[in-house]
């Protein structure tokens, strides 16, 4: 059974930046995964922030385009998120995400909070 485990949540000042990884394990693990990130506001639908298929091709959501990347790491079966210049409106749970061979996999969720 596939595993994700996210990292490096936590609380920000608006402008600051922030760094969240998923780690994957157990399983197979298909390099031609979709693997991404969502996140979920209080009181609102979960939404894409960003995806990376297994040709490297990333798709963002158009409230972060230009200040999230996406990377991934095929050998350490790794999935990045860069967060920068983080407004107050980015504060949400955020989920790591895998789909390969027909099924979704999520991570547990890491807390962003953007504060001053």
């Known amino acids: 059974q596939v595993q994700l485990v996210e990292s490096g949540g936590g609380l920000v000042q608006p402008g600051g930046s922030l760094r969240l990884s998923c780690a994957a394990s157990g399983g197979f693990l298909s390099i031609y995964a979709m693997v991404g990130w969502y996140r979920q506001a209080p009181g609102k639908q979960r939404e894409l922030v960003a995806t990376?298929?297994?040709?490297?091709?990333?798709n963002f959501a158009d409230s972060v385009k230009g200040r999230f990347t996406i990377s991934r790491d095929n050998v350490k079966n790794t999935v990045s998120l860069q967060m920068n210049s983080l407004k107050p409106e980015d504060t949400a749970v955020y989920y790591c995400y895998r789909n390969q061979r027909g099924h979704d996999y999520w991570g547990q969720g890491t807390q962003v909070t953007v504060s001053s």
């Open positions: 990376m298929t297994g040709d490297g091709t990333a």
